[in-house]
């Protein structure tokens, strides 16, 4: 998070290494918003949404967020985030109800060691949360933009990828969905060994479509905020 908040970006785009973009344009759409809604963060809740998650429904799974750095670096404070290592039910309020499933467990817990940050966040901030839905695999997570168009797939379970032949070969599949991966030699396919050959092909496939679109939209951003 150190990390995070010392960077000299406005917004940060957190995608996991096993989270693929299946629709750029949908992509840009929700950054677009987010920055003009000022939402400070968005992502899935890590419960009651999916039974692949079943934990905290205050905090967006880290596999894919936009994060406003700006707006979260002026009020940051390590020492506060004690304060959200244990739960108050007032926090309660701001719970995502509208995407919670019926019989999809949640609990309001410190799962994970990032908790806090992200708890701090929907308690300070304005948050997005977004819907899901889960891929045909049964594992895998098809995310929905704000305008519940899917644009991303995680298939978790990358640490078991060229250990278990179940995953690998299920997340080989999701690979050969994306259409920026799918021309790419299975060969490429580990996680660790299609990192140059993915990174080309986002050069050229992802980084064209989206990127220069972000970086138009923070520009405008940019301008008005020093007209205001």
Same mark, same amino acid.
């Given at each position: 998070?150190?990390?995070?908040?010392?960077?000299?970006?406005?917004?940060?785009?957190?995608?996991?290494? *096993?989270? &693929?973009?299946? *629709?750029?344009?949908?992509?840009?759409?929700?950054?677009?918003?987010?920055?003009?809604?000022?939402?400070?963060?968005?992502?899935?809740?890590? /419960?009651?949404?999916?039974?692949?998650?079943? $934990?905290?429904? #205050?905090? %967006?799974? +880290? &596999?894919?967020?936009?994060?406003?750095?700006?707006?979260?670096?002026?009020?940051? =404070?390590?020492? !506060?985030?004690?304060?959200?290592? #244990? $739960?108050?039910?007032?926090? !309660?309020?701001? %719970?995502?109800?509208?995407?919670?499933?019926?019989?999809?467990?949640?609990?309001?817990? /410190?799962?994970?060691?990032?908790? +806090?940050?992200?708890?701090?966040?929907? =308690?300070?901030?304005?948050?997005?949360?977004? *819907?899901?839905?889960?891929?045909?695999? /049964?594992?895998?997570?098809? #995310?929905?933009? $704000? #305008? /519940?168009? +899917?644009?991303?797939?995680?298939?978790?379970?990358?640490?078991?990828?060229?250990?278990?032949?179940?995953?690998?070969?299920?997340?080989?599949?999701?690979?050969?969905?994306?259409?920026?991966?799918?021309?790419?030699? !299975?060969?490429?396919?580990?996680?660790?060994?299609?990192?140059?050959? &993915?990174?080309?092909?986002?050069?050229? @496939?992802?980084?064209?479509?989206?990127?220069?679109?972000?970086?138009?939209?923070?520009?405008?951003?940019? @301008?008005?905020?020093?007209?205001?």
């Amino acid at each position: 998070m150190k990390q995070l908040l010392q960077s000299k970006a406005d917004y940060v785009l957190n995608i996991d290494e *096993d989270a &693929f973009i299946t *629709d750029p344009e949908a992509l840009v759409e929700l950054i677009d918003y987010c920055i003009k809604e000022k939402i400070v963060n968005c992502g899935m809740p890590d /419960g009651g949404v999916l039974s692949m998650r079943g $934990h905290n429904p #205050l905090v %967006t799974n +880290p &596999f894919f967020n936009v994060l406003d750095v700006r707006a979260l670096r002026e009020k940051f =404070q390590e020492c !506060e985030m004690k304060k959200y290592t #244990l $739960h108050r039910e007032e926090y !309660e309020q701001k %719970t995502p109800f509208h995407l919670l499933h019926q019989g999809v467990p949640y609990a309001y817990d /410190g799962y994970e060691p990032y908790y +806090p940050f992200f708890i701090w966040i929907s =308690q300070c901030f304005k948050t997005l949360y977004l *819907d899901a839905v889960e891929h045909a695999d /049964g594992y895998s997570t098809i #995310l929905l933009n $704000h #305008l /519940g168009k +899917p644009f991303l797939v995680h298939t978790w379970y990358s640490r078991e990828y060229g250990r278990r032949s179940f995953h690998t070969e299920r997340i080989n599949r999701i690979m050969s969905e994306v259409p920026a991966l799918a021309s790419m030699p !299975e060969k490429t396919h580990g996680i660790f060994q299609w990192g140059i050959s &993915f990174g080309r092909t986002c050069q050229d @496939v992802f980084a064209k479509k989206v990127a220069r679109s972000v970086r138009k939209r923070i520009e405008r951003f940019r @301008v008005r905020r020093c007209q205001d």
